[in-house]
């Protein structure tokens, strides 16, 4: 053999080897867990056309489960990793308890890469009198429709031994199956918070075109979900609103949600017909109501990262603002184990949106409420905007005691401004007309302002040999509201000496510089307009009491939550229709 001819076949095999190699490596790779975390799965869940656009929520995993299965076993710690295929095993079996299916056996086979649940509506019938009855849909994609029609033939089969009766229909070019319903339930059977029971007592179901499974608690709502698919002023794919949220996402996702906040709050139970009707009013200003929430949720090795645009309602636009970088500086002054926290800039302008949309949420309010009580505490008489509304700076502010009480103290470090000794004047003289002493404090080797309560006790000596109508002891007590000073280029402000002198003795073990805080805002983008933080361990037990709507919450968002450890969330800005931003679940790996 010549040698040209043997370097010619020569270099003809290793272009053959390198072409198999790399389409073999991306093959795997592809296939490989690891792949969803650069790329994420499917782009856009294609059962929205059986979605209405006025539905309160849509939750589309784009991926199929066992790919993210896989990815969290391969995440999670050696030595942890039996303890999460348990896990995993169990969730499997909560998710088709009663059905008398598994997922490996019956449905995998046939299962395709979306899985998109939807609360369609937060009562099917639409009369409040007769309490609510919402409707549940899930759509699975096939990828091979007759696997999956046996599935279903099987399934049905199982009904009908058990004594079930079943009825068939034809609808829109689909054939449905469902059992008849057992009568008209009594509102006291109805649910109380938009939950119903979406399991094997009452389902239906259709195979749509080979390409979908769709599963509903009433026929009703598979009816409703076949119309919208056939018109486009209905369906939640062609609504312009939902098509330019996506647009403007990262497409690296592994599952998409989309949250019609006023059906939603009424599906929960936190709105009525008369808040949603409130929406209406003011049309033209600006606002800032928000009507939509789009999450995009993809992937990453410390968590779930949730890139986030908020819509503005019809009518209420935002007031445009671009997200100017902050040092998060004044989080120096938090102890590292600050439950929550809000870090950023133009505090001032944040409690104006948040004032314009809390009307709308009150039954929200309850978990909150203890912080605005804590930030009237030392200005009873005073809206928590008195306090708020003269820093246009950066800032930082958060419960600083550790405790799972939500009446922590807290400290605000606002950056020091030309127009701080006149806010600190106006409170001192706020506290004064309030019937409390203002004068100086030394605290930690530092000279603070303290707004002071004297009172009188008595305290009547349990060993005192006085005869019975004797004058007690007389002792007087010290009660401080609030306390503020400078610390170098930020004033302090805090309702609790105690809390005020962490924030003088935290000696680098800081928020700043802890840990959990780091690993919590890493993965967000910048700039930002600042952080959102929240110890969600601390906090949880309190709030769960004070918001029952959170245990649902909870429920429907496990097993994540149960690995929740603390949440992050940022804004990069808006214009006069969509506030985008940024919300990263950081969770445990065991």
């Not at 990793?81 to 909560?94: D, F, G, M, P, V």
């Not at 309850?366 to 905007?385: G, I, S, V, Y």
């Amino acid at each position: 053999m010549k040698v040209r001819t043997f370097f010619s076949t020569l270099t003809l095999v290793v272009v053959a080897l390198l072409v198999v190699g790399i389409g073999g490596f991306i093959g795997l790779t592809s296939r490989s867990p690891l792949f969803l975390l650069a790329q994420g799965g499917q782009s856009l869940p294609t059962a929205a056309p059986f979605v209405s656009k006025n539905a309160p929520v849509m939750v589309s995993l784009l991926t199929r489960p066992d790919r993210l299965t896989d990815l969290w076993l391969l995440l999670a710690a050696p030595g942890d990793r039996r303890q999460t295929q348990a896990e995993i095993a169990r969730l499997e079996k909560s998710l088709l308890a009663g059905v008398g299916l598994t997922y490996e056996e019956d449905i995998r086979p046939w299962l395709g890469n979306e899985i998109t649940f939807a609360v369609t509506t937060a009562d099917l019938d639409q009369d409040p009198d007769n309490g609510s009855q919402p409707g549940y849909l899930l759509a699975l994609s096939c990828r091979d429709s007759e696997r999956a029609k046996a599935v279903l033939e099987l399934f049905w089969q199982k009904r009908a031994i058990a004594g079930d009766r079943l009825r068939f229909e034809q609808f829109a070019g689909s054939k449905l199956i469902y059992t008849p319903a057992q009568g008209d339930p009594s509102p006291a059977d109805l649910p109380q918070a938009g939950i119903a029971e979406f399991g094997p007592q009452s389902v239906a179901s259709a195979l749509v075109g080979q390409k979908f499974v769709l599963l509903a608690n009433d026929p009703r709502v598979l009816q409703q979900a076949l119309t919208a698919a056939q018109s486009r002023d209905l369906n939640l794919e062609h609504d312009l609103g939902y098509r330019k949220a996506v647009a403007s996402l990262d497409n690296s996702r592994i599952g998409l949600a989309v949250v019609n906040l006023p059906p939603s709050l009424s599906w929960l139970g936190l709105a009525t017909h008369t808040t949603a009707a409130l929406r209406t009013q003011g049309l033209g200003s600006s606002d800032g109501i928000i009507d939509r929430a789009v999450f995009s949720l993809r992937p990453h090795r410390q968590g779930l990262l949730a890139d986030t645009v908020l819509l503005a309602a019809a009518g209420h636009p935002f007031k445009p603002q671009q997200a100017t970088p902050v040092p998060p500086e004044a989080a120096q002054f938090l102890p590292a184990d600050t439950a929550l926290a809000a870090v950023g800039s133009q505090l001032d302008q944040l409690w104006q949106d948040v004032r314009n949309n809390l009307p709308y949420y009150a039954a929200a309010v309850p978990a909150w409420q203890p912080l605005w009580d804590r930030l009237q505490a030392p200005l009873p008489n005073q809206p928590p905007e008195a306090l708020l509304d003269w820093i246009s700076g950066d800032y930082a502010l958060g419960l600083v005691t550790r405790s799972p009480q939500m009446a922590s103290g807290w400290v605000l470090a606002a950056h020091h401004q030309d127009n701080t000794p006149a806010a600190m004047a106006r409170f001192d003289e706020l506290a004064r007309q309030q019937g409390l002493s203002v004068g100086p404090l030394t605290l930690a080797d530092q000279s603070v302002s303290a707004w002071t309560r004297l009172s009188i006790a008595s305290t009547p000596d349990p060993n005192s040999s006085s005869p019975a109508g004797a004058s007690p002891e007389l002792v007087v007590t010290t009660t401080v509201a609030g306390l503020h000073t400078q610390s170098g280029e930020y004033e302090l402000l805090s309702n609790s000496p105690t809390s005020l002198y962490r924030a003088f003795q935290v000696n680098g073990n800081s928020l700043l510089t802890s840990p959990q805080w780091q690993k919590t805002i890493e993965p967000l983008t910048l700039p930002n307009a600042g952080y959102l933080y929240l110890d969600w361990q601390t906090l949880r037990p309190d709030w769960l009491n004070r918001a029952p709507w959170l245990k649902l919450i909870e429920t429907l968002g496990q097993p994540l939550f149960s690995h929740l450890q603390s949440i992050a969330v940022t804004s990069y800005g808006r214009d006069e229709q969509a506030y985008s931003g940024g919300i990263f679940f950081r969770l445990s790996r065991s």
